[in-house]
């Protein structure tokens, strides 16, 4: 390590771009990504991913033709809404919680908190899972308000029911069931005998 820790800047920027087709200095920009359009329901203000776009990723064929981008993104819809929490994947799920700062006036007697949702996608498109949520009877909702701080922490019991267990910005407890994906297993394609 210690003669490429000698290179140049310049030389990292010559370096191939290996089958990405990335001009130097190999930078990954929001348009060589699929964005996912997320909706907020006006009944529930859940955030809803009606249609998952596919992902035409580089290199491979199931578009047929523009299959250029290197992964996906979501615009999210609240107001000065962002991600603050560590992410964590649940099964095929990237599960993360976001904040949306209160609009608070110094005219107003009253002070309101930052709200949060819990969004679950799918991590290879972005889009959402079938009633990853199940009790919010919204079949296409990606993320709900739980007002969640920090990063939630999955719970399965014995029976095989998951829930997510939160604390929220009041410094409550919070406990909803969630539906994830089947997880995948992988199989041993060869072996090797060790001598």
Not at 6 to 22: K, Q, V
Not at 128 to 134: D, G, L, T, V
């Amino acid at each position: 390590m210690s003669a490429w820790n000698t290179l140049s800047a310049a030389t990292y920027n010559s370096l191939s771009p290996a089958g990405t087709s990335l001009a130097a200095p190999y930078v990954v920009s929001k348009s060589r990504l699929q964005g996912q359009a997320v909706t907020v329901n006006a009944g529930n203000q859940d955030r809803d991913i009606a249609v998952n776009a596919t992902v035409c990723w580089q290199g491979a064929s199931e578009c047929g033709s523009g299959n250029n981008q290197f992964g996906w993104y979501l615009d999210l819809p609240g107001n000065g809404e962002q991600i603050v929490y560590n992410p964590q994947l649940i099964s095929s799920a990237f599960v993360v919680n976001s904040t949306v700062p209160a609009q608070n006036s110094p005219s107003s007697c009253t002070v309101a908190t930052d709200q949060g949702f819990t969004y679950a996608v799918n991590m290879l498109s972005g889009g959402a899972f079938k009633n990853f949520f199940p009790t919010m009877l919204d079949p296409v909702a990606a993320g709900i308000k739980l007002d969640a701080t920090g990063s939630s922490f999955p719970v399965t019991t014995a029976s095989g029911l998951t829930s997510l267990i939160y604390q929220t910005v009041l410094n409550r407890k919070g406990v909803t069931p969630i539906n994830p994906p089947v997880n995948s297993r992988a199989n041993r394609l060869t072996w090797i005998e060790l001598r």
